[in-house]
């Protein structure tokens, strides 16, 4: 899980590291629910604003491959979910960009995406299929006019104990968040070349949040 903890906040722990061992353990638990709490609210806050810790803004992403656009139906067999057999597949209206291709799924009645190197076997289109009512691909907003990590604030996990506090993730999420956290290299899809990202600090604390989290703290043990 990659996470932010209590360790992180030396100077909190150096200010009011008496006032806290003083306190019975399930005091100290509330605090540092209260700390964990605001903790991700400001990190959620800073991720929303697509900026680092020491409030820089995000590297930008590389801009996609532009798409390949098909003037011609496809058809072909592609893996189910599980173990059951392929699934046939075909689509009169759709796009490639990069390793994948999105288009509309006759079958499916559906825009669907698939990976071009998992199809298992292009089929002939008939001419009857060429006839055949699809829908068609609406202008879509580009990957690059979202901003990075939409989703990803929801996801982040808050907890604490008698003796700390931490946030992060977990899971696939986790190994996400590392990747951009510390600028390491990943394949952006399974068939994909492995690149190295920029580095996003998703976790971490500003100088004004530590000062926003302190006083908190010591508002927390005077009121007692």
Same mark, same amino acid.
């Given at each position: ?34 700390? #964990? ?21 995000? #590297? ?43 288009? %509309? ?10 990976? %071009? ?79 190295? %990202? ?27």
């Amino acid at each position: 899980m990659a996470t932010v903890e209590q360790g992180d906040l030396a100077e909190l722990e150096r200010f009011v590291g008496g006032m806290l061992k003083s306190l019975e353990p399930p005091a100290r638990r509330s605090l540092f629910r209260r700390v #964990a709490t605001t903790m991700r609210r400001q990190n959620r806050d800073r991720i929303r604003a697509q900026k680092n810790p020491d409030s820089t803004r995000f #590297a930008p992403r590389k801009a996609p491959p532009e798409p390949v656009m098909g003037n011609f139906a496809v058809k072909f067999l592609y893996p189910a979910g599980g173990s059951g057999p392929p699934r046939l597949v075909m689509m009169k209206s759709w796009e490639k960009q990069g390793p994948v291709f999105t288009g %509309y799924d006759i079958e499916a009645g559906g825009i669907r995406t698939f990976e %071009y190197d998992r199809v298992i076997k292009w089929l002939r289109v008939d001419p009857a299929d060429q006839n055949k009512g699809a829908g068609r691909i609406r202008n879509r907003r580009t990957v690059k006019q979202r901003a990075m990590f939409r989703k990803i604030g929801r996801a982040m996990q808050a907890g604490q104990s008698d003796h700390d506090a931490w946030i992060g993730f977990a899971g696939m999420v986790a190994s996400v968040a590392t990747v951009h956290q510390l600028g390491l290299r990943d394949k952006p899809a399974r068939h994909a070349r492995e690149v190295r %990202y920029a580095r996003r600090e998703l976790l971490g604390m500003t100088a004004a949040e530590r000062e926003d989290l302190l006083d908190a703290v010591i508002a927390h043990l005077v009121v007692g």
